[in-house]
T-cell receptor, first 113, second 112 residues
Framework: GEDVEQSLFLSVREGDSSVINCTYT??????LYWYKQEPGAGLQLLTY?????DMKQDQRLTVLLNKKDKHLSLRIADTQTGDSAIYFC?????????????FGSGTRLSIRP | DAGVTQSPTHLIKTRGQHVTLRCSPI?????VSWYQQVLGQGPQFIFQ???????GRGNFPDRFSARQFPNYSSELNVNALLLGDSALYLC???????????FGPGTRLTVL
């Protein structure tokens, strides 16, 4: 089935690293994504990883993929107040002719001073 | 270059009414997808259109329909509105065969 699970909340201190975790059920996933949504705004694609990769780094962002355990994580180094948002883990099932993305319910990241 | 644009920004309707939401994709993008995001949840796929044809449909009733125009803009129509249709409706566009979907700011629909 198509299911993505994330913890609902994460609180970190400014300057620390944030790690947001996600598990998914569909083994046919091709691309896995992290989206950011700020209050009242649409979705911003932060980064994505192809399912045959283990890791991708992009400036402060590091994505780790454990395909065997169907586990995806997003690490944000040196977390800043501007990182406060909801982060969605998502994937493309790959088996559909449509570009359909399956989203988790999102993790709300809050930053403590 | 302008991103994905959606109109209107906000909309209030009453139960039983009909609504039309509009989306303009990024220039050069021929694929448009629609998602519904209920408060507190992640977006759910409704439709994808490519070259004016429906390529995929999510688990939504027939009250939901969409179309794509020759200029690749798209409309989402919802008939016989229910309270549960209250949500943020997001449009995303992508290049043909592209794996990145770029989202617009959404239309917030409130059904009273």
């Amino acid at each position: 089935g198509e299911d993505v699970e994330q913890s609902l909340f994460l609180s970190v201190r400014e300057g620390d690293s944030s790690v947001i975790n996600c598990t998914y059920t569909d083994s046919s996933s091709t691309y896995l994504y992290w989206y950011k949504q700020e209050p009242g705004a649409g979705l911003q694609l932060l980064t994505y990883i192809f399912s045959n990769m283990d890791m991708k780094q992009d400036q402060r962002l590091t994505v780790l993929l454990n395909k065997k355990d169907k586990h995806l994580s997003l690490r944000i180094a040196d977390t800043q107040t501007g990182d406060s948002a909801i982060y969605f883990c998502a994937y493309d099932p790959g088996y559909s002719s449509a570009s359909k993305i399956i989203f988790g319910s999102g993790t709300r990241l809050s930053i403590r001073p | 270059d302008a991103g994905v644009t959606q109109s209107p920004t906000h909309l209030i309707k009453t139960r039983g009414q009909h609504v039309t939401l509009r989306c303009s994709p990024i220039s050069g993008h021929k694929s448009v997808s629609w998602y519904q995001q209920v408060l507190g949840q992640g977006p759910q796929f409704i439709f994808q259109y490519y070259e004016k044809e429906e390529r995929g449909r999510g688990n939504f009733p027939d009250r939901f329909s969409a179309r794509q125009f020759p200029n690749y803009s798209s409309e989402l129509n919802v008939n016989a509105l229910l309270l549960g249709d209250s949500a943020l409706y997001l449009c995303a566009s992508s290049l043909p065969g592209g794996n990145e979907q770029f989202f617009g700011p959404g239309t917030r629909l409130t059904v009273l």
